[in-house]
């Protein structure tokens, strides 16, 4: 009778990747009132106006971070768009750590930190609308998607 | 396969997991509201003014300077003045300072107005749900004791802004 030997090893029991990570939207990004014909701007810098997300993982390990990012806010209760873009300065990405320095990079591009500094960092969208000379009254609203990849 | 060699594989798949994915949303949002109108409603007018003494017309006399401000009700909004230093008249100026104002919510009296000091920066505020303001000014001339007669003129200036 032929006995294999199979090697017993250990598994180690750690808390899944997934259950130390998230990412979670925070703030809305709000224009307020705007001005028919006069593009309107949110600095990614604004503490009010500009949008924001939360991000956790692990420190040291890797996040890549993907935004789908409207080009037309639409009407509520329909009948208008409004035009929407967003600029190679209109996100940035601080930690939470008191050493770390906010990174400004182009929301349309996706990104990869890593943590060094903290677990946690947030990250500040802005942006700019230009409503049309003869725009419609009322409310427009778009969504801001972030993908956030825990490595 | 051979059961080790199974066993051993297994392992290698724990080890090399992928990256996981986790989504979250904001809200983009923008409001356009009713056009705003601002009028020039009444001439800030010191009438006669003697040399050599101030006068002055505060934000309650009856020609104080008003403006009528009409947009969407509840909106914040931002007063900004472009104010002379001077009247003119020809190659005269009589010097016009200590500007005064008040602003009043639909009501076209300054009784319980908002006084405030007008200034380029601006004030804030907010249109009564009418989306009426009124916003009434006042100043002080100073002619020289050697002031030449004559009428002066100058032209302030408001500007209305969302916030």
């Known amino acids: 009778m032929r006995r294999?030997?199979?090697?017993?090893?250990?598994?180690?029991?750690?808390?899944?990747?997934?259950?130390?990570?998230?990412?979670?939207?925070?703030?809305?990004?709000?224009?307020g009132t705007v001005i028919r014909g006069v593009q309107t701007s949110v600095?990614?810098?604004?503490?009010?106006?500009?949008?924001?997300?939360?991000?956790?993982?692990?420190?040291?390990?890797?996040?890549?971070?993907?935004?789908?990012?409207?080009?037309?806010?639409?009407?509520?209760?329909?009948?208008?768009?409004?035009?929407?873009?967003?600029?190679p300065h209109d996100a940035v990405a601080r930690g939470t750590a008191p050493s770390s320095a906010p990174f400004t990079f182009n929301p349309q591009a996706n990104r990869l930190f890593t943590l060094d500094a903290s677990p946690d960092f947030y990250l500040n969208l802005g942006g700019r609308v230009s409503p049309a000379a003869g725009q419609a009254a009322g409310t427009y609203t778009g969504t801001v998607v972030l993908t956030a990849i825990f490595f | 396969m051979t059961r080790a060699s199974a066993l051993v594989a297994v392992l290698l798949g724990v080890a090399a997991s992928a990256g996981h994915a986790q989504s979250a949303n904001v809200t983009v949002r923008a409001q356009v509201g009713a056009a705003m109108t601002v009028t020039g409603a009444r001439a800030?007018?010191?009438?006669?003014?003697?040399?050599?003494v101030a006068s002055t017309i505060p934000v309650n006399g009856v020609t104080?300077?008003?403006?009528?401000?009409?947009?969407?009700?509840?909106?914040?909004?931002?007063?900004?003045?472009?104010?002379?230093?001077?009247?003119?008249n020809g190659g005269s100026t009589l010097p016009i300072g200590a500007w005064t104002a008040c602003r009043n919510n639909n009501n076209n009296s300054t009784n319980g107005c908002t006084a405030f000091t007008p200034s380029g920066a601006g004030?804030?505020?907010?249109?009564?749900?009418?989306?009426?303001?009124?916003?009434?000014?006042?100043g002080t001339v100073t002619p020289a004791a050697?002031?030449?007669?004559?009428?002066?003129?100058?032209?302030?200036?408001?500007?209305?802004?969302?916030?």
Do not use: C
């Open chain 1, 43 to 87: 600095a990614a810098t604004d503490p009010v106006k500009s949008g924001r997300f939360h991000v956790r993982h692990i420190q040291g390990r890797q996040v890549r971070l993907q935004l789908t990012l409207p080009n037309r806010l639409d009407r509520v209760g329909g009948g208008g768009t409004m035009n929407i873009n967003f600029g």
């Open chain 2, 64 to 88: 104080s300077g008003r403006f009528l401000v009409n947009g969407p009700g509840n909106t914040g909004i931002r007063l900004s003045f472009t104010l002379p230093g001077t009247l003119v």
């Open chain 2, 123 to 138: 004030t804030t505020a907010t249109l009564h749900p009418s989306g009426n303001m009124n916003v009434f000014v006042g």
């Open chain 2, 44 to 52: 800030l007018s010191f009438g006669n003014v003697t040399a050599g």
């Open chain 1, 4 to 31: 294999w030997l199979v090697p017993l090893v250990p598994l180690l029991a750690t808390a899944p990747l997934h259950a130390q990570s998230s990412a979670t939207g925070v703030r809305d990004l709000t224009f």
């Open chain 2, 146 to 163: 050697n002031q030449a007669g004559g009428l002066y003129t100058g032209t302030v200036t408001l500007t209305v802004s969302y916030i």
